[in-house]
Nanobody, 125 residues
Framework: VQLQASGGGLVQAGGSLRLSCAVSGRTFSSNVMGWFRQAPGKEREFVAAFAWSDGTTYYADSVKGRFTVSRDSAKNTMYLHMNSLKPEDTAIYYC???????????????????WGQGTQVTVSS
């Protein structure tokens, strides 16, 4: 599985961005996709998980109500729609994939097998 994240950039607080994660290679409908982020000097943290089979989502409390995951199955692409951005959302954002799992428990980066290269999101105050 190959993942390609894109769409990051510089945005003012309160603004919006949409990140994309293009998926290629050997994939399965049971795959679970994840979004993670890592700020300078901090550990990589969970943002959201998405079940490719039925579109079920699970979000970290810090982004719930502001971020939304969606997909375009025809393009094999997952999106992270980020609204009401805050300076503390500044980080490198990564998409990741694992074969399956319950969304509420696959929140650790160590549980994901495949990773994209990351895209920088910077939110200015």
């Amino acid at each position: 599985v190959q993942l390609q994240a894109s769409g990051g950039g510089l945005v003012q607080a309160g603004g919006s961005l949409r990140l994309s994660c293009a998926v290629s290679g050997r994939t399965f409908s049971s795959n679970v996709m994840g979004w993670f982020r890592q700020a300078p000097g901090k550990e990589r943290e969970f943002v959201a998980a998405f079940a490719w089979s039925d579109g079920t989502t699970y979000y970290a409390d810090s982004v719930k109500g502001r971020f939304t995951v969606s997909r375009d199955s025809a393009k094999n692409t997952m999106y992270l729609h980020m609204n009401s951005l805050k300076p503390e959302d500044t980080a490198i954002y990564y998409c990741a994939s694992r074969p399956s799992g319950r969304l509420v428990v696959v929140t650790s980066p160590s549980l994901y097998n495949y990773w994209g290269q990351g895209t920088q999101v910077t939110v200015s105050s």
